[in-house]
């Protein structure tokens, strides 16, 4: 029988791979090889298949004591895991069929800068200097949302001297202190729920609250109590645009509550990111689309009047201020040769409309 050490050399090479592969994902399942998620694509690696066994004994060895009650009552859980002289990892847990799967994240010990991850800073710093109010970053799973909220983390910690509380489940990159003061609060390990941590981090003096995750109502409320308040909310939503991000806000309220809703969400919100990773045209990778609405005076009014149908031909025109749409980044990226016509048109919301835009037909501004 293989020892626990066996095991986790098994586990530690593996993630050293992926490591140095530059994978975002590693995928454990029962009796097959390990897979590495490659600019967004899975590949298998080279290596024998991992036993029921081995997989067994790699939870049994480091699923943290808080969690285990997690995992032998529900057959899941999340923790953290460090690999020596690898680095620290995300790892969901999870049975299926009767046997054990396992998926790793690698955490970044550095956060990215906009350069690593090939973004377009200018409106994004913008919003970062808000005084204030909630900014909302969105996507899909594995949309690079959090290495983008981490990027502007980052800004702001090398730049403005501000102290950030983050709550999150669980910490996606470590931050060292440099112009700022980082608390970072991980569910399970710092507090024991997320409910706990969002009651508590209003008396903890934040300048910036980073939430991992808007996942309720009353987590959206904590959000807009400290937006209203002087502090500055940084969260992430699954949501794919604008127009559903709004859409996911506002499913938040009951019906007698949205009035209010759009009085409060108006007076708080500091713009949407959302985003979209796409294939590169060259050399693999990936490039990430923005649609992104900052809220100007105009865009507040729309909110608190319940014009959400005219948000769309604000992105669509554009702004000084940096709202843009899907369209009009992926026509940038087209245009510049780094993703090619055929990804832009599969990736928009609107490919008709991005189609015209490349023939050289615009939407005019109002």
Same mark, same amino acid.
């Given at each position: 029988?293989?020892?626990?050490?066996?095991?986790?050399?098994?586990?530690?090479?593996?993630?050293k791979?992926?490591?140095?592969?530059?994978?975002?994902?590693?995928?454990?399942?029962t009796?097959?090889?390990?897979?590495?998620?490659?600019?967004?694509?899975?590949r298998?690696?080279?290596?024998?298949?991992?036993?029921?066994?081995?997989?067994?004994?790699?939870?049994d060895?480091?699923?943290?004591?808080?969690?285990?009650?997690?995992?032998?009552?529900?057959?899941?859980?999340?923790?953290?895991?460090?690999?020596?002289?690898?680095?620290? /990892?995300?790892?969901n847990?999870?049975?299926?069929?009767?046997?054990?799967?396992?998926? /790793?994240?690698?955490?970044?010990?550095?956060?990215?800068?906009?350069?690593?991850?090939k973004?377009?800073?200018?409106p994004l710093?913008?919003?970062?200097?808000s005084?204030?109010?909630?900014l909302?970053?969105?996507?899909?799973?594995?949309?690079? $949302?959090?290495?983008?909220?981490?990027?502007?983390?980052?800004?702001i910690?090398?730049n403005l001297?501000?102290?950030?509380v983050?709550?999150?489940?669980?910490?996606?990159?470590?931050?060292?202190?440099?112009?700022?003061?980082?608390?970072?609060?991980?569910?399970?390990?710092?507090?024991?729920?997320?409910?706990?941590?969002? $009651?508590?981090?209003?008396?903890?003096?934040?300048?910036?609250?980073?939430?991992?995750?808007?996942?309720?109502?009353?987590? /959206?409320?904590?959000?807009?109590?400290?937006?209203?308040?002087?502090?500055?909310?940084?969260?992430?939503?699954?949501?794919?645009?604008?127009?559903?991000?709004?859409?996911?806000?506002?499913?938040?309220?009951?019906?007698?509550?949205?009035?209010?809703?759009?009085?409060?969400?108006?007076?708080?919100?500091r713009?949407?990111?959302c985003?979209?990773?796409?294939?590169?045209?060259?050399?693999?990778?990936?490039?990430?689309?923005?649609?992104i609405?900052?809220?100007?005076?105009?865009?507040?009014?729309?909110?608190?009047?319940?014009?959400?149908?005219?948000?769309q031909?604000?992105?669509?025109?554009?702004?000084?201020?940096?709202?843009?749409?899907?369209?009009r980044?992926?026509?940038?990226?087209?245009?510049?040769?780094?993703?090619?016509?055929?990804?832009?048109?599969? /990736?928009?919301p609107?490919?008709?409309?991005?189609?015209?835009?490349? $023939?050289?037909?615009?939407? $005019?501004?109002?």
């Amino acid at each position: 029988m293989s020892t626990p050490a066996i095991h986790n050399e098994i586990f530690n090479d593996l993630l050293k791979l992926a490591v140095d592969s530059g994978a975002s994902d590693i995928v454990i399942k029962t009796n097959k090889p390990g897979y590495l998620r490659l600019s967004g694509r899975l590949r298998p690696v080279e290596m024998d298949p991992i036993t029921g066994e081995q997989a067994q004994a790699f939870i049994d060895d480091h699923v943290p004591e808080v969690f285990r009650q997690n995992w032998e009552k529900q057959g899941q859980c999340d923790f953290a895991y460090a690999a020596e002289d690898v680095g620290r /990892f995300r790892v969901n847990a999870f049975h299926q069929r009767g046997t054990v799967s396992v998926v /790793f994240r690698h955490i970044k010990s550095r956060p990215p800068t906009f350069e690593d991850l090939k973004l377009d800073g200018g409106p994004l710093i913008k919003l970062c200097q808000s005084k204030d109010g909630i900014l909302l970053v969105c996507g899909a799973t594995g949309s690079g $949302k959090s290495s983008t909220m981490a990027a502007m983390m980052n800004w702001i910690n090398q730049n403005l001297d501000k102290h950030i509380v983050t709550i999150e489940d669980p910490i996606e990159y470590t931050f060292s202190d440099d112009k700022s003061v980082f608390q970072q609060r991980e569910i399970g390990i710092d507090v024991p729920d997320f409910g706990m941590a969002i $009651k508590a981090v209003l008396r903890q003096n934040p300048d910036i609250i980073l939430i991992g995750e808007m996942r309720d109502k009353e987590t /959206f409320e904590t959000a807009i109590s400290a937006a209203e308040t002087g502090h500055f909310v940084f969260s992430t939503m699954h949501a794919a645009t604008v127009q559903q991000s709004l859409t996911r806000l506002f499913e938040f309220f009951p019906p007698e509550q949205i009035a209010q809703a759009r009085r409060q969400i108006s007076g708080t919100i500091r713009g949407f990111i959302c985003q979209k990773l796409i294939p590169a045209m060259e050399g693999g990778g990936r490039f990430a689309a923005h649609e992104i609405l900052v809220a100007d005076a105009t865009v507040r009014n729309l909110l608190l009047d319940g014009h959400f149908d005219k948000i769309q031909q604000l992105l669509d025109t554009g702004s000084e201020d940096g709202s843009k749409s899907f369209n009009r980044d992926l026509y940038r990226l087209i245009k510049e040769g780094k993703i090619s016509k055929a990804d832009g048109l599969r /990736f928009s919301p609107a490919p008709q409309a991005l189609d015209m835009m490349l $023939k050289g037909i615009f939407v $005019k501004s109002g």
